[in-house]
C-alpha cells in the first residue's frame, strides 16, 4: 500500500497523451492532467469527484459514522464481526487493524484530490468565478476530512491546548511516487488550517446553489459556517461557537437562518429522513442511488436495520433508552425499531443496493452547539439556550417544555443539552468526539470496558502503513 494517497490519479483517469497531430486526435474518453481543467464541464467533473471521494464506503458512506458512535456507550455489538468495526466497539485497536488501516487511507485520499483540484484550478482557462467556487468547495470538503481524521488519530485540542501530535498536514497534490516522509503536525496546527479553509469557504461558497438538491449535496456558505460551529465546539472555543452560529440563527424562536439557503427545523423528525432527505434542516448531505453505493458492509442501513441490513449493532438498553425523558411519545421513538427483542435505530431504511442520503450537517445540530456554547460560555441559566434546547425538543415532543426553573444550575442545562445530542443526534457520528471533547471516559457497555482519558485506546493509533513508508511519522504513546 505504498504511497496510498496517491491512487487519486488512477480515479480520475488522467493519461500523458497530449499528442495533437491531426493524423493522432486525443481520445476524448481519456483526460490528460494537462486538459482535466481546462473546460468549465471537465473541471465540474473534477469537483464532483472530490464529493465522491469523501463519500465512500470507507469513509462518509458509513464506516466514519460507525466508528463514531460505537465507541461511545449506545450501542452493542450483535454479531462479533471482525469486519464490521468489533475492534473499534470493543477499544481493541492496534496499528494493524483494517479499521485504522482503512479511514486513513480514505481519508488521505480524500484530501489529496481536494489538492490536486485546487492546484488544477490555479491557471485553468475557465471563468474566474467558478475558479473560485471550485476552489472553496475543495476547501470545504478539504477542512471536512482532515477535522473528521484528526477526531480519531490525535488527543482532543484541551489536552495541551493543541500541542499534542495531530496527523501530517498534506496541502500539496501527490501525484507521483515521490518521498512520503512528512511529520506529524500539532493538533492546534491542523485546526488552524481547518479554520483557514472553513474562512475561505465561507467567503467564496454559493448563498444558494441552484436547487434544493444541490442546496443538500453540495456546499454553500451556510454549510461552511454550521461546520466552523461544530469545529470550534470541539476546540472549546464557545465564544466563536456563537459568533458563528448568529450568522445563520435568529436571535429568537422560531429559529432559522439569517441570509443564504433558508435553513431551518423541518416539521417533524421523520421528514429529515424520508427520500430524498430534501429539506432545508439538511445543510449538507452525500446522495446515493443504486449506481452510486458505498458498499453493503459499509452502509449505515447494514449496520443498524436488521429488516433491510444484518443489524449488526442494536441499541443498549442501559443507553440513551434508558433515559426517562425520552417519552414513548416522543416522535424520535417512532426512528427505532423492536427485532426479535431488541432495539435498533431506524432511520435509515432503504436497502443497501439503493442507499439512504448521509446526513452530515443538520440544523439542529447548530441548534444544539449554539445552546451548549451559550451556557458553557456565560455559564449561566440562559434563557436564549433554553429556547434553542426547546426548538429541538418540542419538534419531537411537545408535551416537554423546558423553563428556567428546569435547571437548578447551569450545570443542571448542560447536562439537559447533552441528552439532547444524545437522543437528537443517535446514529449520526457524534458521540465519541463529544465524549472526547468534554474530556469524559468512555462508558464500560456491554462486554466492552470503560476506557480513560489516559488510556492508549482513548484515541486510535497512528496506521502501520504510515509508519512504514513515512519515516517523520511517529506513533502514538
Known amino acids: 500500500m505504498k504511497k496510498i494517497y496517491l491512487l487519486l490519479i488512477a480515479s480520475i483517469a488522467i493519461s500523458s497523451c497530449t499528442d495533437t497531430d491531426a493524423l493522432s486526435p486525443v481520445n476524448q474518453t481519456r483526460i490528460s492532467d494537462v486538459t482535466a481543467f481546462e473546460t468549465p464541464d471537465r473541471a465540474l467533473q473534477q469537483v464532483l469527484g ?156 454559493q448563498l444558494t446553489n441552484a436547487n434544493a438538491y444541490d442546496n443538500t449535496t453540495r456546499a454553500h456558505k451556510n454549510t461552511a459556517i454550521a461546520l466552523k460551529t461544530r469545529v470550534y465546539l470541539s476546540m472549546n472555543k464557545y465564544d466563536k461557537v456563537i459568533a458563528e452560529a448568529n450568522k445563520i440563527v435568529t436571535m429568537s424562536a422560531p429559529f432559522s437562518s439569517i441570509t443564504g439557503v433558508s435553513n431551518k427545523l423541518a416539521p417533524t423528525i421523520g421528514a429529515v429522513f424520508a427520500t430524498p432527505a430534501l429539506t432545508t434542516e439538511n445543510m449538507f448531505s452525500f446522495a446515493y442511488s443504486p449506481t452510486d453505493i458505498p458498499g453493503t458492509q459499509n452502509s449505515l442501513v447494514s449496520y443498524y436495520n436488521p429488516t433491510v441490513g444484518t443489524g449488526e449493532y442494536s441499541l443498549l438498553p442501559t443507553g440513551i433508552l434508558s433515559n426517562a425523558g425520552w417519552k414513548s411519545t416522543d416522535a424520535r421513538k417512532a426512528l427505532n425499531v423492536v427485532n426479535s427483542g431488541k432495539t435498533y435505530l431506524n432511520k435509515w431504511t432503504k436497502n443497501a443496493s439503493d442507499p439512504d442520503f448521509v446526513a452530515v450537517i443538520r440544523y439542529a445540530e447548530v441548534l444544539l452547539n449554539l445552546s451548549e456554547a451559550i451556557v458553557r460560555d456565560n455559564k449561566t441559566v440562559d434563557a436564549r439556550a433554553i429556547q434553542l434546547l426547546n426548538a429541538v425538543r418540542g419538534r419531537s415532543d411537545a408535551t416537554t417544555i423546558f423553563t428556567a426553573a428546569s435547571f437548578a444550575t447551569f450545570q443542571d442545562l448542560l447536562n439537559q443539552i447533552a441528552i439532547e445530542r444524545r437522543i437528537e443526534l443517535l446514529g449520526e457520528g457524534f458521540r465519541s468526539p463529544d465524549i472526547m471533547r468534554l474530556a469524559q471516559n468512555f462508558p464500560a457497555k456491554g462486554g466492552a470496558p470503560s476506557v480513560a482519558t489516559t488510556d492508549s485506546q482513548y484515541i486510535w493509533p497512528i496506521p502501520l502503513n504510515e509508519l512504514l513508508y513515512n519515516k517523520l511519522c511517529l506513533p502514538n504513546d
Open 50 to 205: 472530490m464529493y465522491g471521494g469523501v463519500k465512500t464506503g470507507q469513509f462518509y458512506g458509513g464506516r466514519y459514522f460507525n466508528y463514531q458512535d460505537v465507541r461511545g456507550e449506545e450501542f452493542n455489538n450483535d454479531r462479533s464481526n471482525g469486519v464490521t468495526n468489533l475492534f473499534t466497539w470493543n477499544f481493541g485497536l492496534q496499528s494493524s487493524t483494517n479499521e485504522v488501516n482503512n479511514l486513513w487511507y480514505a481519508g488521505y485520499l480524500a484530501i489529496n484530490r481536494c489538492n490536486v483540484v485546487i492546484a488544477g484550478l490555479e491557471g485553468a482557462p475557465i471563468p474566474a468565478s467558478l475558479k473560485v467556487q471550485y476552489k472553496a468547495e475543495a476547501s470545504f470538503l478539504r477542512a471536512l476530512s482532515y477535522y473528521s481524521m484528526l477526531t480519531l488519530y490525535a488527543r482532543p485540542y484541551w489536552d495541551g491546548n493543541g500541542s499534542k501530535p495531530g496527523i501530517p498536514l498534506r496541502l500539496k497534490p501527490e501525484t507521483n511516487s515521490g518521498s512520503s516522509d512528512l511529520a506529524r503536525a500539532s493538533v492546534a496546527a491542523v485546526y488552524d488550517q481547518i479554520i483557514i479553509d472553513l474562512d475561505y469557504a465561507e467567503a467564496n461558497l
